[in-house]
């Protein structure tokens, strides 16, 4: 099973960017189709973006649509999430997770989709 480490989080004010980063190893990067979750406290992890294998598809939480940017780069065996006009609501731990049964032409947006995940990262937004 592939293993993921998730790096980026911080502290940052409301109106700024984060750029967060998911190093995978183990097994062949480009075979596993990419999703972020988060959790905010108290509340269920919820969907952020998908990333198809390739890279050319991707997918965005209404939430989110506009102000992040999922992208990867698989000879660097990394997916990235920018995220710009953060807003404290945006405040929560990061996953990322990944998923080999999700062919290039799929995007997958639910939790149960993923079989593998990181541990989190920290985002907080300031107000």
């Known amino acids: 099973q592939v293993q993921l480490v998730e790096s980026g989080g911080g502290l940052v004010q409301a109106g700024g960017s984060l750029r967060l980063s998911c190093a995978a190893s183990g097994r062949t990067f480009s075979n596993y189709a990419m999703g972020w979750f988060r959790q905010a406290p108290g509340k269920e992890r919820e969907f952020v973006a998908a990333i198809s294998r390739r890279g050319g598809r991707s997918y965005y939480a209404n939430s989110v649509q506009g102000r992040f940017t999922i992208s990867r780069d698989n000879a660097k065996n990394t997916v990235y999430l920018q995220m710009t006009s953060l807003k404290p609501e945006d405040t929560a731990v990061y996953y990322c997770?990944?998923?080999?049964?999700?062919?290039?032409?799929?995007?997958?947006?639910?939790?149960?989709?993923?079989?593998?995940w990181g541990q989190g990262t920290q985002v907080t937004v300031s107000s």
């Open positions: 997770a990944a998923d080999f049964r999700i062919s290039d032409s799929e995007l997958a947006y639910t939790m149960g989709a993923y079989d593998a």
